[in-house]
Structures are given as structure tokens and as C-alpha cells.
């Protein structure tokens, strides 16, 4: 009934979610190590720490045992929580299994005994028929029981992960965006993902231990019958043997643990090997060489890893073998000396080596599937902290429900990112108001950003406070207070949805299609839509069947069109026209006046000529305000505003004249 094979258990998955700067954090970056045969020092990923070490060191006999009960609890729980018939079918197989089992022991003592115990043939058979037909009996029905038990693992298995992998992603959703920036929250979200993969393994290690948790109850149940001596002799014999399989394991699962870093820098390589993002850079680059070389070396250094991990575990096994030969031989002389004493029948003697057996093999099946559970537990205690903690992370704002907001007050803010050893904002004060447009400005770094993220409420201050109203918004609930937000980022989604979805974002309004045209239009998306086939049904991935794949500005001006779409109280763009043609540009510039009459609007962007459109400036210097006033007043000033705007002045001449030259 067994499928767990030993190799898988040193199966480490890797981190499905595609790798990003935020993923790969500064805190898990060793100091480069020394160069490698004289060449560059390489970025190498470690990952060390917490629960990964802890499940190498738990595997040992005596936190096994401990671990185990709590282990097949746990995956009947979650099989429970699944599918209930399933489960209760799985513990009916089982049990039935384990009693088919003694029975089938019993009926080959009854069966030799038969044979062994008259001189008449015709009178052996005919006392031996019943209990070969019982042999039969339990035999069919085990393998029967087997094959149902296989089916129903095999459905609730997939049910299992994909469960764990939804409430994974509900968790993720409901942490505060500042969480990214937190190397140890990334770090519990990549090994909670490991343990969504793992959780469908664990029904299937739980069969396993129950049905060799039955067959060691029933062997050991027929050999004490049989001889009390045995069965205390088998498992001592069988000790050896186990503890060198346990090693074994643990040196494969260490050793994994020590390429783990590797194993990362290999996820992140191929995600940029494979993926489209980069393929034309690559090409243009000349760096299939370069890429595919270092992941040589990765690999190189993995394989290193392993084959040293296998000689050890080899010559683990092999010195169990050993000892478990001498035992077996101990436990066979023992047999044989009892038979020559008269202490047992030959009819018992040929039980006790079926039972032997049985109880042999249950042992070394408990201990092999036991490490593997035993792990696999580990990775799922990742997934459960995390779900209970969200790394720590998770929101709890208040239950406040914002209106549309009337003025939106920064007071005294202060923001710095975890990690960092400087405030991105320093003691900033401002007011929005609804009718109004400000327009953050400032050199990159400066803050532009992060101040709009603290505005719209994604991230929460450090110091001071974001009013709307005169509410604290981290008093808000989030997804009321967002309601309100209208955001177009600097980087904004290329969603592979329809265009409708990415315009509505999956919530359209009573207005239906005429909203999102009314939107795309706002934002000169209604040229590009025109052009697709399937107009607002055009599928935006390029890699997808009748998928289509848009130019940069096509896709902002439909990230435009999302924000316009959103009846919120608040619209932020930040850079909204980076990509856009100029008289694309100057539409949306026109535009926002009306925008601005019904709402909050705040503008980051990096075209000073274009910001006169603003009722006022916000000019932003390390994270400090350094002026604020009207365009009027700013391009009178001597400041900074007047240093942007000569920069800008004089690239956009420099421009003209090469264009005038060529
Ligand atoms: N997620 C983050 N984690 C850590 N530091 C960050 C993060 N985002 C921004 N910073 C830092 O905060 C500072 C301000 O960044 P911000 O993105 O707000 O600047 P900006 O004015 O919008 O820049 P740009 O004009 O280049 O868009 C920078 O020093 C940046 O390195």
C-alpha cells in the first residue's frame, strides 16, 4: 500500500512565485564569497535560518515519535476540512486493511498447521481448505482496500494543496504593503508557499504510516501470540537498521539545506533565462553565455553537494544493513531454537516468519516514511505560522468607513522603509483638497512616491499622520478607504485579462460597457481598443492563444483608463504620462482639471512645464518639503523649483536644436 519512496522525501520544492528584488532581500544575501577559481565574486542567496534548520535537526527517533501522531491528526484534520466521505472512507479502508491483515497472519497458521499436523493428504487439505480460503479472502480484499485507498489519497491529495495555496494567497492579500520590504516576512512567505506545495503530500505519508502502523499491529499481535520473546527481539534487531536510515536522511535533508541558496539563485536565473521580460535584452546583450555559464556553476557546486551527501548517506545504510542482517540472524536462530526446544509448533514456526516479516518491513516502512513526514510537517508548520501571523504583518486597521474625502491632511510625517538607516520623509506637512490638483515634484529619490503611498493609505507613516476628514487613516478599514483610491503607479500591471477586466479590474458597474469606453476614452485608450480585434474581449498576453501585446504607452494610457474608471474620492497619478506621445500627453493634462472637480487629485510626475496645470506645487528635497506655492510663485523663486524647471527648459531645447539638426 505504500508509494512513499525515500529519494522523494529529500524533495525540496522551490519558490514558485517569480523571483523579484523585493523576494531576493539584502538580508539574505551572504558577503560574497571568495572568487571561484580567480573569477568575479558571486551574489549567492542563504537561507539558514528558523524552521528549515529546525526540521534537519528534528529528525531524530525520539522527535519523530513524538511528531508522528500529531502529524496523521493534522493531515486527517485538513483532509476533513475537504472532503469529509473521502475521509471517513480512508479511515474505514485502513482500519479494515489492518484487520484483513492479522487475518491473513492468522490464517497461514491455521493453514500450515493443517498441512503439517495429519498423515492423510485428503485430510490435510480438507482441514487446511478453510483457512487458504480465508488467505484468499483477506488477501483480495487488502488488495482491493489498497486500490480504494489509493484513489481516495489521490483525490484529496491535490484538494489539500490547492486549499493551502488559496488560504496562502487570501494571508498575502491581507498583510500591509510595508511587509515586502521585510527580508523575514519574504522569507516566511517563500517557505509558507513550500509548505502549500507539501500538504497534499502529507495525506499520502499518513496513509502510509497508518497502514504501517496496521501491519506492525497486526504482525506483532500474531508473533506475541505465537512467542513472547519475538517480537521484543524483532524491533531491537530492526533498531540498528532504522537509526542509520534516519541518519541517512537527515545528512540528504542537511545537505539540501546547504544548496538552498543555490537552489534560489537557480529559480532566479531560469525565471530570467525562459521569461519573455528579458529574452530581448539577453539577445541584444550577448549574455546567453555569460547566464547560462553561471548556471553551470550553480549547478555544478548543487551536484557537489549531493553526491557527498549521497556517499555519506550510502555508507550509512550500508553499516544499517549490516546490523540489520545480524539482528535478522539473531531473530532467526531464535525462531529455530524455540522450534528445536519444543517450545513451538512447526505450524507456529512457519507464522512467525511471515509475521517477522511483516513486522520487519512495517518497522523500516514507519521509519523511512516517518522522516518524510516528519519534514513535510515542518514545511507545513511554515504555512500555518504564516497563515496565523502573516509574518507578522497583518492589518489591523480600524473599521472606520471613509467618504468620498473633502481635505486630506498630511501632518508631520516621518516614513522610513525597514531596513534602511535614513527616513525617506522627513517631517512633512501638507493639505489636499477636493477641487484641487498638487503636484509633488523633485528629484528621483526624493520621496515623490512614497509620500503618495502614505496619502492613498497603502503604507501607514512611521511618525505623524495622514488625515481624511480628520481620521487617521490606519483607523480606516482598508478596503473601504481604498474604494477611494484611484492609482495609477509608476509601475503599474500589464494584467493578462481582457481588456474590460483590465479597465473595470474585474468590477464592473451597473453602466456596464459604456463606463469602460467612457473611461478609455478619458484616457485616449479608445484609439487603442479600436485597433484590437475583439475590441474590449481582446485578451492582453501576447504568450496566451489569441492573446495581443500592446506598446508601452498603449498600456499606460489603459492604466490611465483603470484609474478614470474608479469612482473614488481620490485620484493619484504618479509619472501618468512617462510613455505617452505628446499629444496623448497634453489630452490627459487637459483632462485633469475636470477630473479635480468632484475629487482629490495628486500628480507626481517629472514634466515641470506640464505641472502649471496644478493649483499648487509641492516641492520635495530628501524627503523634505523645500517649497510649495503656485507655478506663478515657484518660477519666480530662486530654489529648486527653478532648477528643475531650467533642467527641463534646457533638455527640451537641446532636443529641438538635434532636431532641427538631423
Ligand atoms: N520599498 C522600499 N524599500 C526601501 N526603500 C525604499 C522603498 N521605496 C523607496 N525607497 C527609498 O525611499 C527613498 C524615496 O523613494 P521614492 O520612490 O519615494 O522617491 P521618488 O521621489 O518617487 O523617486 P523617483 O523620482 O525616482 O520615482 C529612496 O531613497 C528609495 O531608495
Redesign the pocket.
Known amino acids: 500500500m505504500s508509494r512513499a519512496t525515500d529519494e522523494s522525501a529529500d524533495h525540496v520544492p522551490e519558490p514558485r512565485t517569480a523571483p523579484t528584488a523585493?523576494s531576493v532581500s539584502p538580508g539574505e544575501q551572504e558577503t560574497p564569497p571568495p572568487p571561484e577559481s580567480g573569477g568575479e565574486p558571486q551574489m549567492r542567496y542563504v537561507d539558514l535560518t528558523g524552521s528549515r534548520e529546525a526540521a534537519g535537526r528534528s529528525i531524530r527517533l525520539r522527535d519523530m515519535a513524538r511528531r508522528l501522531p500529531q502529524l496523521v491528526r493534522r493531515s486527517l484534520a485538513l483532509a476533513w476540512q475537504v472532503d469529509r466521505p473521502a475521509t471517513i472512507g480512508l479511515l474505514l479502508c485502513q482500519a479494515t486493511a489492518g484487520v484483513m491483515q492479522a487475518l491473513g497472519l492468522v490464517a497461514i497458521s491455521g493453514t500450515l498447521t493443517a498441512l503439517l499436523t495429519s498423515d492423510d493428504v485428503y485430510d490435510r487439505l480438507l482441514q487446511a481448505w478453510p483457512s487458504v480460503a480465508l488467505l484468499a479472502g483477506a488477501a483480495g480484499a487488502r488488495a482491493l482496500l489498497g486500490i480504494t485507498v489509493s484513489w481516495l489519497s489521490s483525490r484529496l491529495g491535490p484538494l489539500m494543496s490547492r486549499e493551502a495555496e488559496q488560504q496562502l494567497l487570501l494571508g498575502c492579500a491581507a498583510v500591509e504593503l510595508?511587509a515586502?520590504?521585510d527580508p523575514e516576512f519574504n522569507r516566511a512567505r517563500e517557505a509558507a508557499d513550500r509548505g502549500a506545495q507539501v500538504t497534499g503530500d502529507l495525506i499520502d505519508e499518513g496513509q502510509d504510516l497508518i497502514a504501517s502502523a496496521a501491519s506492525f499491529v497486526a504482525g506483532a499481535l500474531v508473533l506475541a501470540g505465537v512467542n513472547r520473546l519475538l517480537l521484543p527481539l524483532l524491533i531491537a534487531a530492526s533498531l540498528p537498521q532504522a537509526l542509520a536510515q534516519i541518519s541517512a536522511a537527515r545528512v540528504r535533508y542537511l545537505a539540501n539545506l546547504r544548496s538552498n541558496g543555490d537552489l534560489r539563485m537557480l529559480s532566479v536565473l531560469r525565471w530570467h533565462i525562459y521569461n519573455r521580460d528579458a529574452a530581448d535584452q539577453i539577445r541584444a546583450g550577448t549574455m546567453a553565455p555569460f547566464l547560462s555559464g553561471r548556471y553551470r556553476e550553480t549547478v555544478a557546486r548543487i551536484n557537489r553537494e549531493d553526491r557527498t551527501a549521497a556517499d555519506k548517506g550510502a555508507r550509512m545504510s550500508l553499516v544499517g544493513a549490516l546490523c540489520g542482517g545480524l539482528g535478522s540472524a539473531v531473530v532467526w536462530a531464535a525462531v529455530v531454537l524455540l522450534l528445536a526446544g519444543g517450545r513451538i509448533s512447526v505450524g507456529h514456526a512457519g507464522t512467525a516468519v511471515f509475521a517477522l516479516q511483516m513486522v520487519g518491513q512495517s518497522v523500516r516502512g514507519l521509519v523511512a516514511i516517518g522522516a518524510r513526514a516528519v519534514r513535510t510537517g515542518l514545511y507545513m508548520d511554515d504555512w500555518s505560522d504564516f497563515l496565523e501571523r502573516a509574518g507578522g504583518f497583518r492589518m489591523h486597521r480600524g473599521s472606520h468607513r471613509p467618504e468620498p474625502p473633502r481635505t486630506i491632511e498630511v501632518k508631520a510625517v516621518t516614513?522610513r522603509?525597514?531596513?534602511?538607516d535614513?527616513d525617506?520623509?522627513s517631517d512633512v506637512s501638507l493639505t489636499l483638497r477636493r477641487g484641487e490638483v498638487t503636484a509633488?515634484v523633485?528629484?528621483?529619490?526624493?520621496?515623490?512616491?512614497?509620500?503618495?503611498?502614505l496619502i492613498s493609505g497603502l503604507n501607514l507613516p512611521t511618525a505623524g499622520e495622514v488625515l481624511w476628514d480628520g481620521k487617521p487613516v490606519g483607523e480606516a478599514d482598508p478596503q473601504d478607504l481604498w474604494r477611494q483610491v484611484a492609482l495609477v503607479p509608476?509601475d503599474y500591471a500589464h494584467w493578462p485579462l481582457t481588456v474590460r477586466e483590465n479597465v473595470n479590474l474585474g468590477q464592473p458597474t451597473a453602466r456596464g460597457d459604456a463606463a469602460v469606453r467612457e473611461a478609455c476614452e478619458a484616457a485616449g485608450a479608445d484609439e487603442v481598443v479600436d485597433q484590437l480585434a475583439s475590441g474590449l474581449d481582446t485578451l492582453l498576453a501576447r504568450e496566451w492563444l489569441n492573446g495581443e501585446e500592446l506598446s508601452g504607452g498603449q498600456w499606460q494610457r489603459i492604466a490611465l483608463a483603470r484609474a478614470f474608471f474608479r469612482e473614488a474620492g481620490l485620484l493619484v497619478l504618479?509619472?501618468p504620462t512617462a510613455n505617452l506621445d505628446p499629444r496623448a500627453e497634453y489630452r490627459i493634462f487637459q483632462r485633469l482639471r475636470d477630473l479635480a472637480q468632484d475629487r482629490v487629485v495628486l500628480l507626481?510626475t517629472?514634466r515641470i512645464t506640464n505641472v502649471a496645470v496644478a493649483d499648487r506645487i509641492v516641492v520635495?528635497d530628501e524627503?523634505r518639503i523645500a517649497q510649495q506655492g503656485t507655478y506663478q510663485e515657484l518660477s519666480q523663486q530662486v530654489g529648486m523649483f527653478q532648477q528643475l524647471l531650467s533642467y527641463q527648459v534646457t533638455s527640451d531645447a537641446a532636443g529641438e536644436q538635434t532636431g532641427a539638426r538631423t
Request: contains cysteine; hydrophobic residues 25%; aromatic residues 10%.
Open positions: 523585493e510595508c515586502y520590504d516614513h522603509y525597514a531596513g534602511k535614513r525617506a520623509l509633488l523633485g528629484f528621483n529619490g526624493s520621496g515623490k512616491s512614497t509620500l503618495s503611498k509608476q504618479d509619472e507626481v517629472h520635495l524627503g
